[in-house]
C-alpha cells in the first residue's frame, strides 16, 4: 500500500472538522434541546438494556431458576418506558444528577485546596475553580434550564475541541501528502 493513500482525502476530514464546529455552535444554542435528545437517548437505551435482558434469560441454557434476573429486566424496561412517557422527568432528573455529580467535584477540589494550603501557594486557584463548580451544580440542580444550558456548553466544547482536531489532522495530512509529492518530484529530477 502506498503511504501517500493513507494522506489523500485530508479534505473530507476537514469538512468533518468544519461541520463538527457548527454542530458545537448549534449544540451551543440550543440547550434545551440538547437535553431533550439526551433524555431520550438514555430512555432508549434503556429500554433497549431490559429487552435485552429479557431475550437473553429466555433464551439462556441455563436453567430458569434465577426468575429474579428476568423480574429485574422488567423493572429495567418499565423504568425506560416510564422516561420516555415523562420526558421532562427525565431531563430534570439528568439536570439533577449532573448537578449533584458538579457539586460533589466543587466541594472535592474546595477540600483538597483547603488541606494543601500550605503546601501550595496557589491553592486558592484550586479553591476557586471548586467554588465555581459548587455554583454551577447547585444551579443545574435547581433550575432545569441552567442544567440544560451547562450540559450543552460541556458538549459543545467537546464537540469543538473535537472539529477543531480534525481540521489539525487534516491540514498535517495534506502538508505530509505536498512534502510526499514533493519527495517524489525531487527524486525523479536527479
Given at each position: 500500500m502506498k503511504i501517500s493513500l493513507l494522506f489523500r482525502n485530508w479534505w473530507g476530514i476537514l469538512?468533518?472538522?468544519i461541520l463538527m464546529i457548527i454542530l458545537s455552535y448549534v449544540i451551543f444554542n440550543n440547550p434545551e434541546?440538547?437535553?431533550a435528545s439526551l433524555a431520550l437517548?438514555?430512555?432508549l437505551i434503556v429500554i433497549a438494556t431490559g429487552v435485552i435482558g429479557m431475550i437473553a434469560w429466555f433464551i439462556s441454557s441455563r436453567e430458569k431458576d434465577d426468575i429474579s434476573m428476568l423480574f429485574g429486566n422488567i423493572a429495567i424496561?418499565?423504568?425506560?418506558l416510564?422516561?420516555?412517557s415523562k420526558m421532562f422527568l427525565t431531563m430534570a432528573a439528568i439536570?439533577?444528577?449532573f448537578g449533584l455529580l458538579v457539586s460533589i467535584v466543587g466541594l472535592l477540589l474546595i477540600s483538597v485546596s483547603w488541606?494543601?494550603?500550605k503546601k501550595w501557594s496557589l491553592w486558592w486557584l484550586i479553591a476557586l475553580l471548586g467554588a465555581s463548580a459548587l455554583i454551577t451544580g447547585i444551579k443545574s440542580i435547581v433550575d432545569i434550564y441552567s442544567g440544560a444550558q451547562n450540559i450543552s456548553t460541556l458538549i459543545a466544547i467537546a464537540v469543538f475541541l473535537a472539529g477543531m482536531g480534525l481540521i489539525f489532522l487534516a491540514l498535517l495530512k495534506k502538508k505530509i501528502l505536498n512534502e510526499i509529492g514533493t519527495g517524489r518530484n525531487r527524486g525523479k529530477a536527479a
Open positions: 469538512l468533518q472538522g434541546a440538547v437535553l437517548y438514555i430512555a424496561f418499565i423504568i425506560g416510564i422516561m420516555l439536570a439533577f444528577v488541606g494543601d494550603r
